[in-house]
């Protein structure tokens, strides 16, 4: 059984900043892509960033220039560096891991929710 553990969310001031973890445990082999997608309320679920086993990365537009997804293979574990937020940044972000020798699993955390105001 997969686990996704996702920790670091939190009630943070525009401007300020946080990380996000995600801790992938179990029978997870092959792990070819990891990242972040968010949900704010009334909105669909959106790509935030991701980060293939290359090291390549892909973010969404919004988020460029402020936030960083890391990974770090030998821990299973995916990291959000987000800096400079923003009201708009307030969702429940979610950690996907894509994963298998044909990339055929896909795997969700629980959320953790991000909250940005003053």
């Known amino acids: 059984q997969v686990q996704l553990v996702e920790s670091g969310g939190g009630l943070v001031q525009p401007g300020g900043s946080l990380t996000l973890s995600c801790a992938a445990s179990g029978s997870i082999f092959s792990i070819y892509r990891m990242g972040w997608y968010r949900q704010a309320p009334g909105k669909q679920r959106e790509l935030v960033a991701l980060?293939?086993?290359?090291?390549?990365?892909n973010y969404a537009d919004s988020v460029k220039g402020r936030f960083t997804i890391s990974r770090d293979n030998a821990k299973n574990t995916v990291y959000l560096q987000m800096n400079s937020l923003k009201p708009e940044d307030t969702a429940v972000y979610y950690c996907?891991?894509?994963?298998?020798?044909?990339?055929?699993?896909?795997?969700w955390g629980q959320g953790t929710q991000v909250t940005v105001s003053s």
């Open positions: 996907n891991v894509m994963a298998g020798p044909f990339r055929e699993l896909e795997y």
């Open positions: 980060v293939i086993s290359s090291g390549t990365t």
